[in-house]
């Protein structure tokens, strides 16, 4: 199987990219998730690797579906192998 060494950090990259354009803090993001902010800014960092539960909430929280959201990570992690 194909490993994929910084798939946390790309999903980081796309959470805190879309929060920031949200205009929310990490502090706003981790209270309507039901988060610590801590574990916020450990997934941002790409130290945390989210379960599924924690991908539904935080789609839910940026308004989109959670395919979306792990399709941008896809698609990010493909843009980055070329």
Same mark, same amino acid.
């Given at each position: 199987?194909?490993?994929?060494?910084?798939?946390?950090?790309?999903? %980081?990259?796309?959470?805190?990219?879309?929060?920031?354009?949200k205009?929310?803090?990490?502090?706003?993001?981790?209270?309507?998730?039901?988060?610590?902010?801590?574990?916020?800014?450990?997934?941002?960092?790409?130290?945390?690797?989210?379960?599924?539960?924690?991908?539904?909430?935080?789609?839910?929280?940026? %308004?989109?579906?959670? %395919?979306?959201?792990?399709?941008?990570?896809?698609?990010?992690?493909?843009?980055?192998?070329k």
């Amino acid at each position: 199987m194909e490993s994929y060494p910084k798939l946390r950090q790309h999903f %980081g990259k796309i959470v805190r990219d879309l929060r920031v354009k949200k205009g929310d803090s990490q502090q706003v993001m981790a209270d309507t998730c039901n988060f610590e902010r801590a574990y916020i800014s450990r997934i941002e960092r790409g130290l945390s690797e989210p379960s599924v539960t924690t991908i539904f909430k935080m789609s839910e929280y940026f %308004g989109i579906a959670p %395919g979306e959201l792990t399709g941008m990570l896809y698609n990010l992690v493909r843009k980055t192998k070329k």
